[in-house]
């Protein structure tokens, strides 16, 4: 879906899409805790402290957006490109990422408590003091990732690619 239609759908769901004079887009008047997103091009936006509880983003374009304290638990997220996208402090307990790709993506202090990322790419992603406890990363790319700090206790790592190339992984929490 391109971007003209996307704003399109989000109009006919009551949400109007606002552009800055600086060129920043973002959303108002949004209720998206449960919304179907799924394809929906969202890239660029504003959508930090945004709440998407449960919200299906599958499929959806959200690269170099600004999902900064998001609120995205249970979300379905998989095969989102969030390429270059900001998740400080984004909450993602229990949210499907599955083939989602972060890759450069900075989830610095992120919630990814038991969150499925299967076959997610991570290269290159920022995941400095991101918890990652109890996650499932079957197949995950974590080639030049930085996990300092990271929590990783009891996360499932079977096949996760370049693992040993990511960075300071000796400082995550292990268990």
């Not at 973002?26 to 394809?39: D, E, Q, T, V």
């Not at 996650?135 to 929590?151: E, K, P, Q, R």
Request: glycine share 8%; charged share 25%.
């Amino acid at each position: 879906m391109n971007r003209e239609e996307t704003e399109k759908k989000l109009k006919e769901m009551g949400i109007t899409v606002i552009t800055s004079k600086e060129g920043l887009t973002g959303l108002y008047n949004a209720k998206l805790i449960r919304a179907n997103l799924r394809g929906f091009d969202l890239s660029r936006m504003d959508l930090q402290n945004m709440d998407f509880t449960g919200a299906i983003l599958a499929q959806a374009n959200l690269e170099e957006a600004n999902l900064d304290e998001a609120d995205l638990r249970g979300a379905d997220i998989n095969g989102a490109n969030l390429k270059n996208a900001r998740l400080v402090k984004a909450k993602l307990q229990g949210a499907i990422l599955s083939g989602a790709n972060l890759e450069g993506a900075i989830l610095r202090g992120a919630n990814l408590k038991r969150a499925t990322l299967s076959k997610t790419i991570l290269s290159h992603a920022n995941l400095e003091e991101a918890c990652l406890a109890e996650a499932t990363a079957v197949g995950a790319d974590f080639c030049g990732a930085t996990l300092y700090h990271t929590d990783l206790r009891k996360i499932k790592f079977v096949n996760a690619k370049q693992l040993s190339e990511a960075l300071n992984l000796e400082n995550a929490y292990l268990d």
